[in-house]
């Protein structure tokens, strides 16, 4: 197929997309037409299709994978789709993997490497408690492997959670064998677990969008209760370890105002915070400065960053 | 027994009292001498061993019920007491209730009007969920009942957490009649278990003091597991509806500064942040003004109104 | 008439509206054309003059009574008039109350019901000041009737200045009662003059729009110069009293960063800044939902609650 | 008299004072103590009386004249005066003046300054409104000169409401002369009023504390109203004028944090709080720095500055 | 020249003007333009370049001086340029002085104030130092006199910076003579050189946009290692005066939110801040009611003042 | 020698330490005594010196080592050093390094770690600037490996600086291996300088004070100072760079309020900003657990933390 970050000015398309979004407009001359945006794993593309008359027209929904014909123009800048005709294309025409961002990265060898990790984990409660997600429910690791940590900012793609997981966790690793005062059993669960609430915040691809639980009690409330059932089905689970467990889980944004009902109390509810806040960070970041492609120049006031921000120099 | 609000300089004191507080000091002299707290249900009073030797000094600890003999003095205003000798009292020398503050009110006259207010509920999910609790759970209906809504500020009494609650349903019995909008069921509902966490978060009395769990969790995210494990225990819950209960518990304090983990997104959880924080600031306003006896003067800066407070001239 | 909440697309109009506001402007591609809003209780319609030399394009101003032909489009979801001529309505083809919002509820319902409140205040002094607006001065009580309490926001219709004022005086005697510290009389009288300088912050209907005493000054200032005149024609008003009436309207915002230059100083003045904030909030809370029509599902992020909001399922 | 900055440790002490505070106390030992502060223009003096059954110990009160005999002594490196005896002076045997802090420039002169200023106003209406106060009104003009501009921080002496206000004035004619777009009566008569309600926010000396009014209306209100009911006995003043001077008046703070109700929006309204808020941190600027006699290193953590300050070394 | 002030609609044009920005674009209807923007010493005006083939459209890059033949039009509200034909202008047909914003007083009678400033400084080091720049720095004097304060906002014009700076130094003028505690020759010095950093902030006229230093530095820091450079040549410069130098320069803008690394410690160093916010602030008014022409109505909110402005009415 | 941390009450001491602060004082009852605080590198111990005649009182200063004999005893809860003669003692009775505090790893082990960091940097501008200062310069690395990193909080002992200055380099380490976007050279570069300004911003040990320097201008703007003028000297050293590097040291705080005047624009600067702050943190809450012993329990409110905090119990 013909990705869509391959697309040129003046080519001519006929292929199978992800229909993202579509809204009927009418120009200032009062003319109906449709505005719809089409996806794949490269990038998304706006599209029109003006003539309301066009076939297949009303045909296919948002969410849909449609197979669109029309020519690539540029407008302000931008590609942007002149749709001819459209028809909804059956199952098995295509391959939906195609259609999702998607990490850079391997997914099943990143699921290799936080497994090695949790491996490490020695107290016999956490242990199993972090087993029977990530080691033996087929369904949690499947969905954990595919949901995205966030609807757009960062790691919003697929494999996006298990990325920012492992990567908090690799930081953890660090930090524990950095400052040995910090309980390396204790900061290791709690980086797995810390972000598991979003299976619920988020729903799956290709929809990833805020679900209803995630907009009545977040994905940070949710984690500890899933973790807190679970906790209950271990027999003798230390009390005091289960309400530090879901304390770091609960701490981790490190602001009140960012989200946390409490303020990390334990040090590894600290390092946990600043784990996940640095790879936040610098993951938006490199998105950011990715999204500018080779400009080397100042790439305007970043809202985020509260700063213009630009490549560096060498 | 002498009641500490009645107590006069000049007079010698030979009764019990609940000692809250001991700690060995020293004179800038250098001598040693031992800080005491005494409590009865009327108030505390600030005493002293001045003598190292003082017959029973050594056989008391914090939260014992003392009988002490000694003389009432007066220090920057305030009256002092000048511990001759003490011993630990014997249980059935004393009445524990005479020993705690204790709400004004008659608790299971409060009750009962809690419970006229439960009884309201029609949908019958909800109406299960707090029949389980407040009709049923003898358990949790004495605990209920005896706890304090806070270490101090405002409703830090016996029966506290009683009253602060049916001030609170009482408003929000007047908000569902005001503004017809709102659910009552679901507003009812979140008023009942808006604070049941506390019951997790403060200690009983005498202690009525933070808890490990307190401090780690909190007594918002406490409520909602509690109230979610019992929801789980009722067959066909709806799924939405316990989203929303559970909402309306975390959104209570109105703002992520405050604790709520997320802003009001219900008209119900809105309607509840203010029934919550129109009777904190009421009864902390009251008992503020109460704390200033007869004095209709300017009271000093309070630093939770942020501003000198008096009593009304009319 | 028709009623601009009944107009259905395809439709042709031909009947009296209020212009609300008028521009002209430019297509892309050069061609001049008016943009219109037009008003009546029910709400309000883009509209736009295409032709330049459309009939009676040059005889109407904002906010005339204007008499238009035109058909509905819709452009971008939302309805559109086309107008095709248009006249300035004569006096005497249309009933002013139909063309602004209005309360739903009856005014003069509600202005017995506020009657019935202020009469019981019984403190002498307070009864003649407010005797002295809300019984006897028929130039203010024909105003504080027919006026809003908002430019938009909440109760932004003829009688929302009565609703509003009305529904935090019903809050308060629900305080009295609850709160037996609380001083009645003052509270009452407070509540009464709350906002009664939004008479002059706001002009009358159908204009409603911030005089420019209201940018300078504020409801808050001129609320209190408004009651200090009236209070200085009562012989033997009570010199504290006066202050402190002063400052609960004052202090009403609660916040010196909402307008109030003093955070309350008095249990009145907190609860009268509870009352208002309750009844403003609950009120917006109420027209934000209903803007969403029958939509149960979320409604968008909303700037003052800070947070998506929706319609409770049950 | 020997003036209280003139004493030094060793000095026997027999002279009258202002008492400025007493308040009995106990020490650490159980012994009865009174704690005194004495005043006269040139400074305060903590004082003990150690001995209960000192002369006159039970013959004065707060705010009286009182002639005192005693030791100068030196505590944590400040002086104290340990008094023997004590008596209420009677009048005449001391002069109030000398017990005051007072402006070190001269009064009268000072108010020449202001007069000078307030004669360049030309509008007819701001002419007869300042001239109604400042020339004719006996009873304003001798309190004027005689009060302070705060119960501390900057210029909290005698004069100190008439210097401060007439470097504000002489600011506003230096902005009036630089940025010609500003009116010069509208900035003058707002800078001449601007702080005239402190007049009834602070009491008179030797007091000098926040009055009743003070805390509930503050200065800000309180002058406008005042002003307010000056322009009413004018005959014509304009509307329009009448606001803008009233303004100016509410917005002198700058910030409705700061107890501005509103913030300027008019030229001369940012002018005045300019003018104002760069007198008030300057002399509190200067008298911070004076606090430290001839220390040239730094002075320590300033809490409004929100700096450690020090002399500059040129 | 047709200055861009002077032009009505319905004119044509055949003057040279400086192109400040280009960019192609796209019609709803698919067509391409040019949107340009031109500049003189008077205003902006938007251009469009409607036909692709338009002869010397390929010609000319922003910041070349162009001569433009077309008719001026209005669109919603403004003037609009239809260009018909363009060149790149030669040099010598334009004088570049008429293309730039400039100040409105005189530059080199500005420099003539600003030197009899300089000429008061006593101290011979700081003597030293200001003259090395001010005096003798031909280049330096050069770039001054010409540069801008700012990008937009206040004082964004040809003189501009040394407009500014001759303010704040007559503001610390008065400041001196009436401060008598301030030090006037470091007042003066740390006032001359407060903004010397921005030369190197904003590139020179006509481009005057932040430099690669400027967004990663700032002229605050860039100011103080100029100024230490060059003290670092002048021998025997008090270590301690160099410090308190770079401290009224790092400090001028008063509070950390606002840029500055550290809060004034110094009197001057607060005596600067409150000159250069004040000069600022007036000027942006004076620009911001200057914009609004001769409307004395209300002009809108404006986001410095958080207030809607307006002009005084006397 | 007896270390501080070994000392018990009862017992009696003769031994030489440092006198880190003595004042005299005055008790109630108008007695004068001696505060002294005395230090080695295990801690600090409070002592009187009750007796005004005792022998050598007046024989030594404050950062004098002081023979000291006296009895050790408990006041409050904390030992306290009543001493009964003291006297200077001569240089070669003591040595100087067991009187200051002092980093708990071996400080030429930490260099060499330093080092093995700085020769990976392969930029040659970059890497000539660094070993400028770290391998060749005698003086700088002498005194920064003596330096502490803080007065007080993390980091406050002799070698604090290099084990601060080297965590924040290995957890740059980390990120780069971590996020392959970064430039290794110029984060490394960064790191190892991000905190060189402490050496003139604190004082040498055993005063470790804040100079005035370090009042005035912080080891930000010092930092780059320093760091700029050794670019200087580095002939072709890239301008770019220069400000990259620059950049990177004034944002290294984070945010405005934290003094650093530049938010980070470059990932590079974001990554210091991680860094410091985390090792910082961390450091900061491992020493508040250790000043908590073997407590497990709560061990009060941290203001740094906004939270009370305790040690894990795993």
Redesign the interface.
Known sequence: MKFIETLREGERVGDIYLCKFR????????KSYENVILQDKTGTLDAKIWEPNSQGIDDFEVLDYVYVVGDV?????ALQLNIKRVRKANEGEYEPADFLPVSHRDIDEMYQELLQLIGQIQ?PYLKQLTDSYFVTNENFIKAFKFHSAAKSVHHGFVGGLLEHTL?VM??CE??AN??S?L?R??LYTAAAFHDVGKIRELSAFPEND?T??G????H??MG??LV?ASIRRIPGF?K??S??L??CI?AHHGE?????????????A??LN?AD??DA??ET??EA?ASGGDNTD?LGYNRL??????????
Do not use: C
């Not at 809204?23 to 009062?30: D, E, H, I, L, S």
């Not at 907009?215 to 977040?218: A, D, H, K, T």
């Not at 009140?256 to 590894?268: D, F, H, Q, T, V």
């Not at 960053?305 to 060498?314: A, Q």
């Open positions: 809204q009927a407009a009418v120009t200032k001359n009062g123009t540029s407008f302000q800048g107290d990567n690799k930081l660090y930090y950095q400052y005062f309980n059993d204790l805020y209803d639980d907009q009545l009690l977040g940070i409330v500890v209760e807190g230390p005091k370890l309400s530090e879901k304390h609960l009140l105002e960012y989200g946390s009902p409490k303020k990390p109390a334990l040090a590894e600290l390092a600043f806040n640095t960070k610098m970041f490199k400065l100042w960053f509260e700063s213009n921000i630009r490549k560096t120099s060498i």
